[in-house]
């Protein structure tokens, strides 16, 4: 029960799984010696949960099941889902989720059909592990989240860990599904989020089904990732005045627990979506557009959508500051929702 | 003085080709018949490039074909009733009818269908290849040799002496080689000598397009110089050729040889699919082409080795015609429509997923 | 003011840019010497409308500025990329939406972020045209319909044309417009859709501007493509039962009218929303989230959210019939709202 | 017995190259003193390659870097001032800070900046080039050769005698050309022999990975081959031979010649980025490269044909020093921070789509 990052429980996720099975494998740009631009790829934790720096993944299992993959994301995925259709249980990283979009044919139209054009004789256990996200000074490139092009689409899962369980849960989940998922992990989380793995070697939390993250009945908050952080920092201080937040993690993207979601709102009768993402076409649309057609009767208020502009994302740090949603647009939105406005 | 056993094997890549040029002439019929909807991509006088390579194939060997490939489809051992039910879009069909009729294959036969994007089954190959060199790996028949430093290795290993791998099978088009998706797969499988190979089906056009705008060298198989790869031109048109250079390139690969890249020269002897007229090519074009038919190319040499045997053909035609009849015979007669909602079942294996789908759909329809 | 089809308009629009700029040129696969694989890049109309089959499009501009691109998505929307910020005003087909997902990098994060990478010296005057949507018997890839993901992306328009005087207007805007659009247009509408072409060589319908179809108090359709047609025969049959319905056309995608979309509710107290591309994450859970938003205090009873299901594209000409929202989908989602249950 | 003009020449070519170091190690220097933020890309060791290459960049050719080509750019004519206000990410930047401070370009000079997707801009690079080709054949100095049935024309066309056109610089890394957007460019240049000169800087790793995992082949220029282009390997820290073989290339390109592959074999001595330790390589590859410092090589060749002059070095170093200087002063003290909000009004060029976006923002945080 050791204490440690969320980058760490992947890694340990990783590990455990390929203990377990070997036909799961690793492929990544600098995922073998290196051990991954974020080192996700290279060390299981120690019994204190900080990194065991004797022995990489790459040596305990060697370099055909860690393997230092081209510059070519078509290869990467497209040869992870061969090797899928061989037998195997492929985990590929895309370096930054921004280079995703090289590799999007594969994903849409060769993952993501596979079961539906083999009148479900094929699966494609894949899993894509990818980190996304900014606030961490990465620019154009390395801060975009581009999970909702894959939400809307078909036959991918999509998901994303906020809490060390989550990341061990959600990752075992998805390396044995027999369906390819998308794992999108916030660059920021890596090491700011910490907690008590699970010890069990088969925790799994099982897919559409959202974490109620803080219990409320004044608002509900749905937000995951790093905007997840700065919604609970928002919640403590609505807190502190007396108003009784609820928040929501979703886990899963794709399918959404629209229970959980709709259930909340129909008790506290506000809603407010927080996501980094583009405003338009994004998950706060999604959420808003299911909460108002679940709960319609129930609500006080207009669900509020916060997201980041429809332009690129600025380096700046005080542009990227000006870009994403801050604890102070979260508490200025719900407390226009509580105004009933 | 004809060489029975010699015989026997040319009448065994005869038979597929056979077939495969009456099937394909008689789905064109049924096509313009009104008998199926869609289209029909149809591969007549691209035979002998198909069928030399797929008689190649093992179980367990995965076949990434294109648009164009009912020829290695057959080779490998479809039947006509599969491929009636498939482009009838009947419940029999591999795909459940969910797919176009023109992009398929068949699980049953390790064949995986084409969605429709052009050379992206061609990266799926090399997957599969790396797949088979991490078997051959795990079975400890692959030796990996480092440098010096022990930092390098990729594509330095030397597989157990007598020891096959099964190899992975992927066929294009000429016009495929301009995408990235190619050079990507032919690179990868380059670096770690990928038991894959590569057949490159150069019909001059790709669409409407001319070969010179697609392909700026002279040979498609000058691209192999890329990936240090052999790469080798043949006529593709002459099935014993197709055969022999393919069967040494898969001997090769199952051998930790490494990959090839195979230009086989042919000819769709028709539009890009029926309902393309293909006024872009000029007639002298298509009648010199038909001229090396593959069927007479074949009768040819076996005439000239004395082998041709106009009664053992008769029976093969007979026997093939009698299992189309028969084909088309169930197909329209026998055969199952699918449900209209069956493709809410399937497009997830974990079967939760899919009642996500279909109970969305139930909200919206029921 | 000849009578037309709408991809004759298209073509009309493409010719008469061509003759006034000439660094208007058009590339794709098998644009040149064929035409387009729909004939959008063949013929200009003659007076009756129909196409004058004398001179070809690459006749008369020439293989250079009707050049027919190699097998290669990322060479045609990466150079034409390359050729606007040379100067030159591309327009690049793509022949199926489906196979937009190959070109994927270069558009969001080459075409949509010229501008902003370079402070604004430099812009995109790139248009993308591609033929997208199903009840054609296209089957996975030859009807999808991506267009959300690049709504939600940055720097890119996306517009649509539902009449063959919006066809040419929206061409032009696109087309005379230093920045990306990605021009989307309805395979089933290429002929099924006559009108009068407008004779005004610079008729320009405005980027963002709503076209409403059809005027109405009880209820509001939005709708384009396909799915508009549909809407308007489900108008038809309501108008006789006596309701009234006010049908939208939003025209562009992003940025979308939203002033007209939620006056409109406004005035109506109710909304469907009808498209064909995948439910999760898309048109209607956008057009659904904007109009909670803006019309909360005006609604009457939930916005109606029709798609199609989150699977592939089925073939089977029956199971393509249950994937798409029906006339009778849409009669069923305007009779639950008209009940305001 | 030196020869004056030579002498001047080599100079010329010098003074970038050194600019090219000092301004590189500085950055180093103040990026590791926390004076900047995001993280900076080295290019120390590859000067000679860039320089001898952006030298003969004219006015209206494009420069499409990647993340490492600082060289070209002096070369190019972008001041310390420039560079300095990029990485302090300024407002008088290129980018107005919006972008990486790494990843840069300068739209004065005609430079674009990568986006960050390694081998985008090289097929950019391309596109630019067809329009060059378009601007040449709309001057009337292009001539179409149709083969005989008038079908087919493409790359097969003729240049006025004399006539130049502008050319396109690519540059990239070995790690790049495992990428298809490299393929599709090479490719689409090779079919129209467009005017473009494709630069691999071939320094042996893409990040961590080395060569061999990117590249099958024994040198990057074998790949020239797949698209019918000249390619040729040379020594990248040799800025004579750089110059050289690019200059020929390049009028090559200019005069109708089509386009051409060059390797140029060279080394970054330090990380990946300056937040890389770059351990994955040995201390004596690194130490053995250090000895081809450009620089010194440079200094090699001159003393040789006895040019090498220590008082023009001292004066050249010495001015090159005082510009840099002026410029940390001036971006330390002098430039201004952009405006936090002002990445909301240069999205797009018509502007009241940018201001749908700053209202949307409004709404959110004003
Ligand atoms: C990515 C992609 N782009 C475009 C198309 C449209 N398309 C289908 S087949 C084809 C031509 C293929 O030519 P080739 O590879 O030579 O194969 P052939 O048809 O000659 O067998 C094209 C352009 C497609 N299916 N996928
Ligand atoms: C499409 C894409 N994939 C991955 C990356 C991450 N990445 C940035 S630079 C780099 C290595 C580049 O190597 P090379 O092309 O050899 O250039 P060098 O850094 O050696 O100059 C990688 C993998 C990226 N920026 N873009
Ligand atoms: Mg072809
Ligand atoms: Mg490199």
Known sequence: M????????????????????????????????YGGVFKATAWKSQEDGSPDQSE?????????????APLAENAIIGGAIGSAIAGYRPIAEIQFMDFIDCAMGHIVNQAGVMSFKTNGSWCCPLTIRTPFGGDIGGGITHSQSNEAWFCHAAGLIVMTPSTVEDAAGLLRTAIRCDDPVLFIEHKKLYRSVKGEAPTDPDFMVPIGKARIHQSGSDITFVAYGNMLIRAMEATRILQKEGVSVEVIDPRTLWPLDLDTIVNSVCKTGRCVVISESHSSYGFSSEIAARVQEGAFWNLLSPIRMI?????????????????????????????GAMEND | ?????????????????????????????LFRQGRFKGTYFSAVGQEATN??????MREGDILAPSHRQLGAMVARGITA????AQVYSKAESPDGAQQHPCHFGDPQLDIVSPTGHVAIQVVLAAGAAYAYLMDAWREGKVKINWDKEGIVWAGNWTLEEGHEMNCAFSFFGDGATAKGDFHESLNFAGIHKLPVVYVCENNLWAESAHLTENV??????????????????????DIFEVNRVVGEAVRRARRGGGPTLIECMTYRWYGHSEIDPADYRTEEEVAKWKERDPLLVFRATMEERGEWDEEIVAKI???????????????????TDPQPDQFLDVTFRTSSLNEVVRREWEKRDG
């Open chain 1, 307 to 335: 997201s980041a502009p429809d332009t690129p994302y600025p380096f700046d740090p005080a542009m990227e500051k000006a870009y994403l949603p801050s604890v102070e647009t979260i508490l200025k939105a719900a407390k």
């Open chain 2, 216 to 237: 700026p060298t002279e040979k498609v198989s000058d691209r192999a110089a890329a990936y240090g790869m052999p790469g080798i031109t043949i006529d593709g048109n």
């Open chain 2, 81 to 84: 009733k599969r491929v009636m």
């Open chain 2, 1 to 29: 003085m004809t060489d029975p056993t010699k015989s026997k094997e040319s009448y065994a890549l005869f038979r597929p080709m056979l077939k495969t040029r009456l099937l394909d002439e008689r789905m064109r019929k």
């Open chain 2, 51 to 56: 069928v030399g390579t797929g008689t190649h």
């Open chain 2, 317 to 335: 035609e007979a026997e093939i015609n009698e299992e189309i009849d028969e084909a088309i015979d169930w197909v329209e007669e026998e055969s």
């Open chain 1, 2 to 33: 050791a204490e440690m990052t969320l980058i760490q429980a992947i890694t340990d996720t990783m590990w455990s799984e390929m203990e377990r099975d070997e036909k799961v494998f690793v492929l990544g740009q600098d995922c073998g010696r």
């Open chain 1, 56 to 68: 990489k993944m790459y040596d305990r299992f060697g370099p055909l099941r860690v393997l230092d």
